[in-house]
């Protein structure tokens, strides 16, 4: 994808903050997170949609998975923050 619109490994590092050896593993794995996958298209100028089709069906895109992605990473590190504190406080009690 990023060949596609002619970026480098270097300038879409540069885009997420991330070294190049990064994007390289990023790019070999043969999976990986929606939210992962969000902000490489991002960075890339893009926008990732998740398109569901069923044979009965009409499509529809699933737009809450991707966009609660950044929310419970927020949550998981504030809670992580906080238990530091915590362990913190208590040595220096």
Excluded: C, N, W
């Amino acid at each position: 994808m990023r060949e596609a619109f002619a970026h480098t490994q270097v300038e879409l590092a540069q885009s997420l903050g991330v070294g190049q050896d990064t994007i390289s593993r990023v790019e070999r794995r043969s999976d990986m997170l929606l939210s992962t996958l969000r902000r490489y298209v991002e960075a890339m100028g893009g926008r990732l949609e998740i398109v569901v089709r069923f044979p009965s069906r009409s499509p529809f895109v699933i737009e809450q998975l991707v966009a609660d992605a950044p929310a419970r990473a927020k949550a998981r590190t504030s809670g992580k923050a906080r238990r530091r504190a915590k362990r913190h406080e208590a040595r220096t009690a």
